[in-house]
């Protein structure tokens, strides 16, 4: 076994590539299909947080003791219940996703390429 890196210090990983490359276009050709995008990926976003809700809460302490109740306490906060949980993060990308679909859908109106039914407001409750 080579051991004469060890003690090295790692090189840092390489960056991430960009989701966009280049920056998002809005143009007058693509506004409407833009805010059905945002729209249709902030219904997606409330099943995942919905399911990763039901999923990750835990009903009882694994063994009934004080250790137990402690810790399901600390996983409940980490993952679905602190301001930086998991399920938070989801809740705030879903509302940014709705935001935007909203603006998108004003700017598609002044056009006059939406009429105010053609991409419903989303409830927050998905359809049975």
């Known amino acids: 076994m080579d051991r004469s890196n060890e003690g090295a210090v790692a090189s840092p990983p390489a960056a991430a590539p960009e989701v966009f490359p280049q920056p998002l276009k809005v143009t007058r050709d693509n506004v409407a299909e833009l805010a059905r995008l945002f729209r249709n990926a ?3 976003i409330f099943a995942i947080r919905t399911n990763a809700t039901d999923a990750l809460f835990l009903r009882e302490p ?4 004080e250790t137990s109740q402690w810790m399901r306490e600390f996983f409940h906060e980490y993952f ?3 301001e930086h949980s998991f399920v938070n993060v989801l809740r705030d990308i879903e509302k940014q996703h709705d935001a935007h679909a909203s ?3 004003g ?3 002044q056009y006059g390429l939406l009429e105010d039914e053609t991409v419903p407001r989303f409830s927050g409750k998905l359809p049975r």
């Open 103 to 105: 603006a998108l859908e």
């Open 62 to 65: 694994w063994m009934g003791d």
């Open 42 to 44: 902030a219904k997606q």
């Open 107 to 109: 700017v598609a109106r």
């Open 80 to 82: 679905l219940h602190g």
